[in-house]
């Protein structure tokens, strides 16, 4: 028995069978979009306004965001040069915000997580595709890379903190 009941039409529930993951939208417009910068066509998402109030903090919140929609590629099938291309999104945004300061700058314009989205948006239809043990390989490299995006920070603050440190007790 549906749980949508037999009253449902077919386009309905096709229109639901097909309906992208709702909090996939939600987490990049959070992420990525959140707030227009006003009198500019600029919107930015808490990445970077965490990034900047709180280094690090805006990092391991994109790369959540980052691992959920990689997983999301794996369940709707998206062909392995598209998974590729979303890993290299990640890399760019981890490396490129791991830069004090500028880096938080870098995720204004940087949406890898919009991107992302878009790329499943794009591919998610395709019934022929499986994920293989490629797609796991680079969701799984994905992974790592979002990894040493929050750990990048964390090292260099640790480092730059111990070289202040250095320099008052001389």
Known sequence: KS???????????????????PWAERL???????????G??????ID?????????????ITGAGSISLLF????????????????????????GGAVPILGDAFDIYWRANRKNLE???KYRDDPKA????????????????VLLGIAI???LGMIFGLSLGALFTS
């Open 3 to 21: 749980v949508l009941g037999e009253d449902v039409s077919p386009e309905l529930k096709k229109a639901i069978k097909t309906q992208l993951a």
């Open 119 to 121: 790329i499943i948006e």
């Open 40 to 45: 500019t066509d600029i919107h930015i998402g």
């Open 153 to 155: 920070p964390l090292v």
């Open 130 to 145: 499986e994920p293989s043990s490629v797609d796991k390989l680079l969701v799984y490299g994905g992974v790592a890379l």
């Open 28 to 38: 990049v417009h959070m992420t990525d979009e959140l707030i227009r910068i006003p």
């Open 48 to 60: 970077p306004i965490l990034g900047l109030l709180l280094p690090g903090a805006g990092d391991v």
């Open 72 to 95: 999301l590629a794996l369940k709707e099938r998206i062909p392995t040069v598209a998974i590729g291309r979303m890993v290299a999104n990640i890399a760019i945004d981890t490396f």
